[in-house]
């Protein structure tokens, strides 16, 4: 099975910091790419950060120069560095994964999300 677990999310002040994880677990042939997407109150999920197999990384214009996403050596945990963060961005963060496992076809795979509250 596959297992996708979202941490370090919570209370964080304006201009303050976070680190997300994302523990990825499964038998996975291949990774193609992996990412964070946000919901906000109101809004549709949209895309935060991504990055592809080639460590090649994208990110929403609005958050370029203060968020970064990133992996650990093994390849099985996710970061996402979050700084400067802005009261206009409380939302669930969602752990992504475009992947295959065995000689399955790919798809994408979710985290349960992770709440990211920003208050003074």
């Known amino acids: 099975q596959v297992q996708l677990v979202e941490s370090g999310g919570g209370l964080v002040q304006p201009g303050g910091s976070l680190r997300l994880s994302c523990a990825a677990s499964g038998s996975f042939s291949n990774i193609f790419a992996v990412g964070w997407y946000r919901q906000a109150p109101g809004k549709s999920r949209e895309l935060v950060a991504r990055m592809q197999s080639d460590s090649s990384t994208n990110y929403a214009d609005s958050v370029k120069g203060r968020f970064t996403i990133s992996r650990d050596s093994a390849g099985n945990t996710v970061y996402l560095q979050m700084s400067s963060l802005k009261p206009e961005e409380p939302a669930v963060y969602y752990c992504?994964?475009?992947?295959?496992?065995?000689?399955?076809?790919?798809?994408?795979?979710w985290g349960q999300g992770t709440q990211v509250t920003v208050s003074s």
């Open positions: 992504n994964l475009f992947g295959r496992i065995g000689s399955m076809q790919s798809r994408n795979y």
